[in-house]
């Protein structure tokens, strides 16, 4: 890929509310102007950005905490709107225990043993 900066990773693309995120994406070149209309001449709909990664790359080029934290919301999020699943049931456990470590969960076994006071 030649990245030569992590900044490299992202890019922008234009986005309205409720709007639903199709799986092609129409990256923003940031070497033109951007305008504030949006292309939609007098619609009075303001200019609306979102930051996206644009590469996925494994974990070891990763190097900034502040890119490792971008990758991570983008993948939550994708999670949580169904653009992104696991494989299979092994897959989303290993995916959710992990979701669970970046957001500062701790695994307690006591909180799996429920008391049963049957009798």
């Given at each position: 890929?030649?990245i030569?900066?992590?900044?490299e990773?992202?890019?922008?693309e234009?986005?309205?509310?409720?709007?639903k995120?199709s799986?092609?994406?129409q990256?923003?070149?940031?070497?033109?102007?951007l305008?504030?209309?949006?292309?939609?001449?007098g619609s009075?709909?303001?200019?609306?950005?979102?930051?996206r990664v644009?590469?996925?790359?494994?974990?070891?080029?990763?190097?900034?905490?502040s890119?490792?934290?971008?990758?991570?919301?983008?993948?939550r999020?994708?999670?949580?709107?169904?653009?992104?699943?696991?494989?299979?049931?092994?897959?989303a456990?290993?995916?959710?225990?992990?979701?669970?470590?970046?957001?500062?969960l701790?695994?307690?076994?006591?909180?799996?043993?429920?008391?049963?006071?049957?009798?």
């Amino acid at each position: 890929m030649n990245i030569i900066c992590e900044m490299e990773y992202f890019g922008l693309e234009h986005w309205t509310p409720n709007q639903k995120e199709s799986q092609t994406r129409q990256w923003i070149n940031l070497r033109n102007r951007l305008s504030g209309d949006s292309g939609s001449s007098g619609s009075g709909i303001q200019l609306m950005l979102a930051l996206r990664v644009k590469f996925w790359v494994p974990v070891h080029f990763i190097l900034q905490e502040s890119v490792r934290n971008l990758f991570y919301m983008q993948a939550r999020r994708d999670l949580l709107e169904g653009r992104l699943t696991a494989p299979d049931w092994s897959g989303a456990a290993k995916l959710a225990a992990l979701l669970c470590q970046a957001d500062g969960l701790r695994f307690n076994e006591s909180s799996l043993k429920a008391d049963c006071s049957c009798g």
